[in-house]
């Protein structure tokens, strides 16, 4: 039997802390054993070099993504107007089972999805070989159609849970944003997500608009809510402006739910340590954060916190591709030595796993080679 030595920059096993430099012995079949590569030089030296990797681990998740935005060009703008792009194509029709279909081809099959439409729900649930979450996307401003909508969307996940594979993708719950979403409504939807047990992912404090939209009630995002909607940014709120987003959702109870937090740029100290003491995790896109002008998110603070981090690519229309590699170089250049690639990996595998509730495939002597991946980029 031959065995064959692959080295590599770093080498993640699914446990523990990533090593740095790595190496992999494997067999025609399985795992035999990993390790640094002077070791693994030493134990093995019948073992033939097979070649240098930038990274050996499991394979990847994409732990957030938009599927149905998969055929909307990518587009370099400020957040606001970006999202008044979404806004038209969606109205065109166009962000449907197509698209997503367009981005299932694309992307890796364990995946954190945001779901507009039912068609696009029901597929991915029955979707042989995919696992994750599928989490459907609520949006409704105004307080007063709260109840109504909190109806219509328990209704719908509890039937879509009943169509849920042994091994497939489960059916979560997304309210949009903080600011799309009543404060009424997002803490019924909380209380629900978390009494049921449906995960949850919200998209928190993604461009400074938000934040001042909460703060001051001001700025781009208040007034064009108000414009369309004539809802007052309290009114949405459900309380006087002044708290952060990250405040807000402290103050309805909606952290205790342990929803995901995606984005979060334009957070203070104090609202990371409040996710931290929560125990959230948060996901990153920083393709994304960088075409919409969002700013960059604190990594290292919130590794300081010992809060999970995953890693997402965001649609294609904001994150260019769905594959979290070109995300994962492209955090490399954003933080250089601030980050180190052990940390971008580990968040890759161990924080999108946890955050999609899928168990880490270990590379450990005795698994199946199947489980190694050579990530180039
Ligand atoms: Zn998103």
Known sequence: MQLRLFTCEVLYSGMGIPRSPGAIVLSDELVVATGSPEELQQMYPQAVFAGHHKVIGPQVANAHTHLDLSTMPFMEKP?????????RFSR???RNLDAALQGLSEIAPKLGDIVTEESVMEFLLQQEGLQ?????????????HADKIFQDTTARLRKWRKMERPNGMKVGLSPHTPHTVSGKLMKLLAQFAQAEGFPMQIHVAEHPAELEFHTTGTGPLAESIEGFSGLKT????????????VEHLDLLGVLQARPTLIHVVNVTESDIQRIAAAGCPVITCPRSNH???????QWPVFARYGVEIGIGTDSKA??????????????QELYGEEVPLRSLVRAAVKGNYRILGLQVPFLRRGEPVQNVHFWEF
């Open 234 to 245: 309290r009114e949405i709120l459900g309380h006087d402006n002044g708290p952060t987003v």
């Open 318 to 331: 904001s994150g260019q591709t769905l594959n979290v590699l070109d995300e994962i170089r492209f955090a």
């Open 291 to 297: 075409a919409l002008e969002c700013g960059t998110f």
């Open 132 to 144: 994750g979450v599928a989490y459907w996307e609520v949006i409704g401003l105004n307080p007063e």
């Open 92 to 94: 065109s029709g166009q």
């Open 79 to 87: 957040y606001t107007a970006w999202i008044q792009e979404v806004i």
